[in-house]
T-cell receptor, first 113, second 112 residues
Framework: EAQVTQNPRYLITVTGKKLTVTCSQN?????MSWYRQDPGLGLRQIYY???????DKGDVPEGYKVSRKEKRNFPLILESPSPNQTSLYFC????????????FGPGTRLTVT | GENVEQHPSTLSVQEGDSAVIKCTYS??????FPWYKQELGKRPQLIID?????GEKKDQRIAVTLNKTAKHFSLHITETQPEDSAVYFC???????????FGTGTSLTVIP
């Protein structure tokens, strides 16, 4: 089944404790992206990647890191999480190459205390 | 960067009526405009999209219109059904599908 998966789905952590949210797609998509969703703010893009080893900042990249070492994986890293990073995170992917339809993962609910 | 505004934030319609959601964008370089539907507790799913070289696109009960001069685009849902109840997000993309800017969402309720 073609899909985007994220792990974990729910995470409660403490300020300053490094964490990684994984994202994987099995559709051979070139493009992958991370978003955060907050009430009243819609979705905001954190980082995106056009291909392996190519990443770029979105609208709200501060406090986050990403890497794209393999085509299928695009982990989101929070080196020192803070309470203002409490949010619902979505990974998405698209075929790229002028096909922009994004498929979203199921979301990761992160709480930083 | 781009700024996308979406109105209204909530919308209630009677089943069978039409619903219209409007978005404006600020950057004339934006060239791709998708609409996503997000049901409660679910992930966003693309329902329709339009590119800047097209003025209107339809898919059954859903249509999107784009006015590049005025920098606004709208989602039209006809013959609404209870299963259309969800939050709808518009988005604008700069640089050919790389950067995406979303509106703040419209919560649509279809009253049976």
């Amino acid at each position: 089944e073609a899909q985007v998966t994220q792990n974990p789905r729910y995470l409660i952590t403490v300020t300053g404790k490094k964490l990684t949210v994984t994202c994987s797609q099995n559709m051979n998509h070139e493009y992958m992206s991370w978003y955060r969703q907050d009430p009243g703010l819609g979705l905001r893009q954190i980082y995106y990647s056009m291909n392996v080893e190519v990443t770029d900042k979105g609208d709200v990249p501060e406090g986050y890191k990403v890497s794209r070492k393999e085509k299928r994986n695009f982990p989101l890293i929070l080196e020192s999480p803070s309470p203002n990073q409490t949010s619902l995170y979505f990974c998405a992917s698209s075929l790229g190459l002028a096909n922009y339809e994004q498929y979203f993962g199921p979301g990761t609910r992160l709480t930083v205390t | 960067g781009e700024n996308v505004e979406q109105h209204p934030s909530t919308l209630s319609v009677q089943e069978g009526d039409s619903a219209v959601i409007k978005c404006t964008y600020s950057d004339s370089a934006s060239n791709y405009f998708p609409w996503y539907k997000q049901e409660l507790g679910k992930r966003p799913q693309l329902i329709i999209d339009i590119r800047s070289n097209v003025g209107e696109k339809k898919d059954q009960r859903i249509a999107v219109t784009l006015n590049k001069t005025a920098k606004h685009f709208s989602l039209h849902i006809t013959e609404t059904q209870p299963e259309d109840s969800a939050v709808y997000f518009c988005a604008a993309s700069l640089y050919t599908g790389n950067q995406f800017y979303f509106g703040t969402g419209t919560s649509l309720t279809v009253i049976p």
